[in-house]
């Protein structure tokens, strides 16, 4: 039966030791990996224990997602199934609820998107795609879903100016949105990328954000992030858009929209945040990014 304790991950540690072996039948030693707000791993010799709050329907449909990704051939973190063949577990009830899985552990260790060439990065995102296309969407989040988000994140604490920008921003998708592109499954998240030769991407894993919509918008959540001192903006995502068209078809329509979502993404950050530093950094990689005065 699942546990009726309330509050963070570290509470739930025993709850979860018992599902594992009940449901999965594993009885190895945890160590702990990482404890964040909404979500808490642990190693259990192959495995990735998480314990993540969410709605199952949504978490679930991430795991599908990486399971899918990784039967393809792309190494993902993939779920292990219970005994009863449940991708995930409700553990402990709540709004939202906290949700159990046991994933395969990747192999390799982290790689910043900056160690890879936007080609590749690109063509990598374009197979991902081309993958999830065929994965139903089913529990992902829509883009009113994530629209809707935003607005809520928006407050009379913050400076009219962010406020303008998280609007404008917001607008400009909505606005783009109702033309109704045509919509699949997304990653839906930064690339949590792996390598295994401190060379190639080997994995990818956190599908906890998995979303529906246009492929313009995973696309301009990978690059946003992308320009440095070295390569700007426009370069990047050129490079970026030349790989994915190497693996993946692209729209027109879609290549047009991925400034939209490159705004999006960054305004994003400060949804929710009323700490003057903090908006002021995400005010100046905003103006860093497009090169605005």
């Not at 690059?223 to 993946?248: C, H, K, M, V, W």
């Not at 994003?268 to 908006?279: G, I, K, Q």
Request: glycine residues 10%; contains cysteine.
């Amino acid at each position: 039966m699942p546990s009726q304790v309330q509050g963070g991950p570290w509470e739930h540690e025993q709850a979860v030791r018992a599902a594992v072996r009940e449901h999965w039948g594993l009885r190895s030693d945890f160590r702990p990996l990482e404890d964040r707000p909404a979500s808490r791993t642990w190693q259990a010799d192959g495995h990735v224990v998480k314990l993540a709050r969410d709605e199952p329907v949504h978490f679930r449909a991430g795991l599908l997602a990486s399971e899918a990704v990784e039967q393809a051939g792309v190494a993902t973190g993939a779920p292990v199934r219970t005994r009863d063949g449940e991708l995930c577990l409700p553990l402990v009830p709540g709004r939202p609820p906290w949700v159990l899985a046991v994933l395969r552990r990747a192999q390799g260790s982290h790689f910043s998107m900056h160690e890879v060439a936007p080609a590749v990065l690109g063509g990598f995102l374009g197979r991902l795609h081309r993958i999830l296309r065929g994965c139903p969407a089913a529990g992902a989040w829509t883009p009113g879903d994530t629209l809707g988000h935003m607005t809520r994140g928006i407050t009379q604490a913050q400076p009219p100016s962010v406020r303008r920008m998280i609007t404008e921003a917001v607008s400009a998708v909505s606005a783009y949105y109702d033309t109704a592109p045509p919509a699949q499954l997304l990653y839906g998240d930064g690339p949590a990328i792996f390598s295994a030769n401190g060379t190639d991407i080997s994995a990818i894993i956190d599908w906890g954000g998995v979303r529906a919509g246009s492929t313009a918008d995973d696309i301009g959540c990978w690059t946003a992030y992308g320009p440095t001192e070295r390569i700007q903006l426009p370069a990047y995502t050129a490079a970026f858009l030349d790989g994915y068209r190497l693996s993946n078809d692209l729209p027109a329509a879609a290549a047009a929209a991925v400034p939209l979502f490159q705004r999006l993404r960054v305004a994003s950050r400060a949804c929710y945040v009323t700490d003057p530093e903090a908006l002021a950094s995400v005010a100046a990689r905003m103006r860093f990014v497009f090169a605005e005065r």
